[in-house]
């Protein structure tokens, strides 16, 4: 089924181990984005690629870093977990940004401990 | 610095019933606005939009009812299944910083 595609579901980090989450559209998406989700905060945005070859930081990118390997897919990497980090992230694409509506992945919950 | 706001967690509606979920933003640039539906384990999923040019737009079941003046806009689940039980979020994309500005989210529950 068309739509993106992101691993792991789930993931327990200790303090300090690093990992990377994957994600890849096949819609053929100009843009794509990492979200969290944190209780009481909605979705924010933590990077973004509007097209492939191109990254910039969101609202909150402090710790994470990211690939847009090429059109289909774009990881996010946490060099040093932190508590503060464990969340649900969300990986979403669009044709092209702003008013259109995004497509998201099913998600990666993420625990630091 | 939240410039969409949903300040009702949760919502409980009786089967059949109206349900009426509201969203306030402070943001006078935003020009279109977007609710999309949750469901536990899922990504959000994209329900219906509307252009700050029109003050209704209605899709089925679902209508969306925007008040520029009061920066105001509200979903209508009309009648409301228990299938709609999930979390709403209320988004608007910033042009500025080429962002997508969501809403806490409201949980509605639709009991049988």
């Known amino acids: 089924n068309a739509g993106v595609t992101q691993t792991p579901k789930f993931q327990v980090l200790k303090t300090g181990q690093s990992m990377t989450l994957q994600c890849a559209q096949d819609m053929n998406h100009n843009s794509m984005y990492w979200y969290r989700q944190d209780p009481g905060m909605g979705l924010r945005l933590i990077y973004y690629?509007?097209?492939?070859?191109?990254?910039d930081k969101g609202e909150v990118p402090n710790g994470y870093n990211v690939s847009r390997l090429n059109k289909r897919e774009f990881s996010l990497r946490l060099e040093s977990a932190a508590p503060s980090q464990t969340s649900v992230y969300f990986c979403?694409?669009?044709?092209?940004?702003?008013?259109?509506?995004?497509?998201f992945g099913s998600g990666t919950r993420l625990t630091v401990v | 610095d939240q410039q969409v706001k949903q300040n009702s967690p949760s919502l409980s509606v009786q089967e059949g019933r109206i349900s009426i979920l509201n969203c306030d933003y402070t943001?006078?640039?935003?020009?279109?606005f977007l609710w999309y539906k949750k469901y536990p384990a899922e990504g959000p999923t994209f329900l219906i939009s509307i252009s700050s040019i029109k003050d209704k737009n209605e899709d089925g079941r679902f209508t969306v009812f925007l008040n520029k003046s009061a920066k105001h806009l509200s979903l209508h689940i009309v009648p409301s299944q228990p299938g709609d039980s999930a979390v709403y979020f209320c988004a608007a994309p910033d042009r500025g910083s080429n962002d997508m500005r969501f809403g806490a989210g409201t949980r509605l529950t639709v009991k049988p």
């Open positions: 690629s509007a097209s492939e070859g191109t990254t």
């Open positions: 943001n006078s640039m935003f020009d279109y």
């Open positions: 979403a694409s669009t044709e092209r940004g702003g008013s259109y509506g995004y497509t």
